[in-house]
């Protein structure tokens, strides 16, 4: 007659190994260690889409690179009037996905020093706001506010964009986070199916 208690054990013992193993796959890794919890990044070059020229609050020369790519999510597809709307709420609920990268030294036309930060955002964006007043200026009060707030400074809301110019200096590789990776794998379904024949065979004894 089988011991009860070594049944369990064995059991246990198999389910144990089960989970600790995929079949034919090598080490299932069910709880990935901290280095995969990290971020995960893609790194993004982005074409030139505008350039506009403005002013810190102490008179410095700034330029804004607005460039764009396709592997920038857009915002939600909204009309004029639906902007309008939404603006004339208290709390406007409305988000444009962009990239602002570190400032970096350039040289004007002229040959002075100045700063140039680079804003990212969707192509599909981008042509809207080439091709809608309203929506243009909405950005750039958005844009403005990224770059005060990220970086600390106060910023002229009177801007020229450059006509003969799409971005001043080389526009630098952006990094886009991208979704995490869930703490817990699902077990596969040959290890699943192994554990149901292994319960099946455990009950029958």
Same mark, same amino acid.
């Given at each position: 007659?089988?011991?009860?208690?070594?049944? %369990?054990?064995?059991?246990?013992?198999?389910?144990?190994?089960?989970?600790?193993?995929?079949?034919?796959?090598?080490?299932?890794?069910?709880?990935?260690?901290?280095?995969?919890?990290?971020?995960?990044?893609?790194? $993004?070059?982005?074409?030139? =889409?505008?350039?506009?020229?403005?002013?810190?609050?102490? =008179?410095?020369?700034?330029?804004?690179?607005?460039?764009?790519? *396709?592997?920038?999510?857009?915002?939600?597809?909204?009309?004029?009037?639906?902007?309008?709307?939404?603006?004339?709420?208290?709390?406007?609920?409305?988000?444009?996905?962009?990239?602002? #990268?570190?400032?970096?030294?350039?040289?004007?036309?002229?040959?002075?020093?100045?700063?140039?930060?680079? $804003?990212?955002?969707? @192509? !599909?964006?981008?042509?809207?706001?080439?091709? *809608?007043?309203?929506?243009?200026?909405?950005?750039? *009060? $958005?844009?403005? !506010?990224?770059?005060?707030?990220?970086? =600390?400074?106060?910023?002229?809301?009177?801007?020229? &964009?450059?006509?003969?110019?799409?971005?001043? #200096?080389?526009?630098?590789?952006? %990094?886009?986070?991208?979704?995490?990776?869930?703490?817990?794998?699902?077990?596969? &379904?040959?290890?699943?199916?192994?554990?149901?024949?292994?319960? @099946?065979? $455990?009950?029958?004894?």
């Amino acid at each position: 007659m089988t011991d009860k208690t070594l049944l %369990h054990a064995e059991e246990d013992s198999f389910l144990q190994q089960l989970l600790l193993n995929s079949p034919g796959s090598g080490e299932m890794n069910l709880f990935p260690d901290q280095t995969e919890d990290k971020p995960q990044f893609t790194i $993004v070059k982005p074409e030139p =889409g505008v350039c506009v020229k403005t002013k810190d609050n102490k =008179g410095e020369k700034i330029f804004v690179n607005i460039c764009k790519t *396709s592997q920038m999510p857009s915002p939600k597809d909204i009309t004029e009037e639906e902007l309008v709307q939404l603006l004339d709420d208290e709390v406007p609920d409305y988000r444009i996905p962009m990239s602002i #990268g570190e400032p970096h030294a350039e040289l004007d036309k002229s040959g002075k020093g100045c700063t140039a930060y680079d $804003v990212m955002i969707s @192509d !599909e964006f981008m042509a809207k706001i080439i091709k *809608s007043n309203i929506f243009h200026g909405f950005f750039m *009060s $958005v844009l403005y !506010e990224g770059l005060e707030n990220k970086f =600390g400074i106060m910023l002229e809301r009177n801007w020229t &964009q450059l006509k003969n110019r799409k971005c001043l #200096g080389n526009l630098h590789e952006h %990094h886009i986070r991208a979704k995490s990776k869930p703490r817990i794998l699902e077990m596969s &379904q040959e290890a699943a199916a192994a554990v149901d024949e292994k319960a @099946d065979k $455990v009950s029958d004894i």
